[in-house]
């Protein structure tokens, strides 16, 4: 399968699909270790302990074409992918962070391309005993992501995920579908813009020819088999996202 840029039109299709981001309410449970007051790198440093536990996933939810709309070969469509536990932060820019697991497992990957060629990722999800593993990496922008979206923790019911789980989401905020919000970008500024999206799942080597296969999205999520780590980690993240806005 051929990797794939994000497109101005994705962008912008984004807006229309995600207009509504949904609110969060009640407030997770603190760390007890983890200081209110806490700054950016003593956040990050309790964030990646924990977040080794998680399941980590990315959804790209794009509105379906509409009746009449043409369909091109960057027609954005919806996909999920979930990869097995193991991250750790491997590096730290600013607000940037990178999330790397030397050997992750595709758990769940869905798509609604309707070319299975042109999906993010060529291999299927299984169970992790049968799943080959690659390393990984999740790119996240810290200052894109909104401190109130997205979900607190919630009992997770799906085929294939462990009786007993707790997920946690966090979105995009809307501004970040938008890049440019007053003025015409320049080439240099779209390319970057394209270049650096502010979620990124990547699974090296996973393709046809070794080739790196990734996806873009807009919600972030991590899966927890206990329910008081999920909600520690929760308000630990969303601290994290309020010391970068």
Not at 197 to 208: N, V
């Amino acid at each position: 399968m051929k990797s794939r840029e994000t497109t101005p039109r994705l962008l912008i299709l984004l807006v229309v699909g995600l207009i509504g981001v949904s609110g969060v309410l009640g407030q997770s449970k603190r760390p007890p270790e983890l200081n209110p007051r806490a700054t950016l790198p003593e956040t990050l440093s309790w964030i990646g302990k924990a977040v080794t536990q998680a399941r980590v996933g990315l959804d790209n939810n794009a509105p379906d074409p509409q009746p009449g709309e043409v369909v091109t070969d960057v027609t954005p469509y919806s996909e999920w992918v979930e990869f097995s536990s193991g991250f750790n932060i491997g590096t730290i820019n600013g607000c940037k962070i990178e999330l790397t697991n030397d050997k992750a497992q595709l758990i769940r990957f869905s798509s609604k391309y309707p070319d299975p060629k042109k999906a993010s990722f060529s291999i299927r999800q299984g169970s992790e005993s049968d799943q080959p593993a690659y390393p990984a990496s999740f790119t996240i922008r810290l200052d894109n992501l909104s401190q109130k979206g997205g979900k607190r923790p919630y009992e997770y019911e799906k085929k294939g995920v462990p009786v007993g789980s707790w997920r946690v989401e966090y979105r995009l905020r809307a501004i970040s579908y938008v890049p440019f919000p007053t003025h015409v970008p320049t080439k240099g500024e779209m390319k970057q813009a394209i270049l650096n999206p502010p979620l990124k799942a990547t699974l090296k080597g996973s393709g046809e020819n070794g080739r790196d296969e990734f996806m873009t999205g807009d919600t972030l999520s991590f899966l927890f088999a206990d329910k008081g780590k999920a909600e520690e980690f929760d308000a630990a993240f969303r601290l994290a996202i309020s010391r970068c806005q």
